[in-house]
Nanobody, 122 residues
């Protein structure tokens, strides 16, 4: 499966962005999908995940209550709505596919998109 993330940009603190990740292939609806982020000099970290059906979601504590992950299996797309953005949310955001539910390491996912830059100014 190929993934393409887009929707990043520059936003002021307190603002919002919506990231999208479009997937190719017929098996998208079977995959656990996740969003990760990587800031300069830091390791890639888990942000959010959604089950194949969309009925279960999981979030990192740092984004809980501010970010919402969702998916549209008919469009092979997963979204990350980011509200109340903070400067510490600045990072390259990656979508990932075929993860293991309950595992939050990047190594648990098999497919990765190219990343989209999110910059939050103070």
């Amino acid at each position: 499966v190929q993934l393409q993330a887009f929707g990043g940009g520059l936003v002021q603190a307190g603002g919002s962005l919506r990231l999208s990740c479009a997937a190719s292939g017929r098996t998208f609806s079977r995959y656990v999908m996740g969003w990760f982020r990587q800031a300069p000099g830091k390791e890639r970290e888990f942000v959010a995940a959604i089950s194949w059906s969309g009925t279960s979601t999981s979030y990192a504590d740092s984004v809980k209550g501010r970010f919402t992950i969702s998916r549209d299996n008919a469009k092979n797309t997963v979204y990350l709505q980011m509200n109340s953005l903070k400067p510490e949310d600045t990072a390259v955001y990656y979508c990932a596919a075929d993860g293991e539910w309950g595992y939050y390491s990047a190594s648990a996912y098999d497919y990765w998109g190219q990343g989209t830059q999110v910059t939050v100014s103070s």
